[in-house]
């Protein structure tokens, strides 16, 4: 998951609004305007929820980064094994 690219699709369709509000008659511009600061408000909580939660698991994201490196070369390896055995491995001899 690409939190930030989230966030900016978030903001690019708040700004899409933005615009569309703009071009609205004067009571739909006002419901807009009141929906896209609640909208804004919820991107900014958001944003600091992913930030936090970014900052307290990097640790543990690094890790699990770690272990599955280990595990694609140790599957690298298996699969150089089992091709060694196959037909072709008689042809190496």
Known sequence: ??????????????????????????DVREEME????????????????????KTKNEPKIDEAKHHLKIAGEEIGKAFEKLFKKGPSAEEEK
Not at 44 to 51: A, P, Q, R, V
């Open 34 to 53: 009141d929906t896209i600061e609640s909208l804004k408000k919820q991107r900014e909580k958001l944003e600091e929820k992913m930030t936090d939660f």
């Open 1 to 26: 998951m690409d939190t930030d690219r989230i966030l900016k699709d978030l903001k690019e369709k708040i700004d899409e609004l933005v615009g569309q509000a703009k071009n609205a008659s004067e």
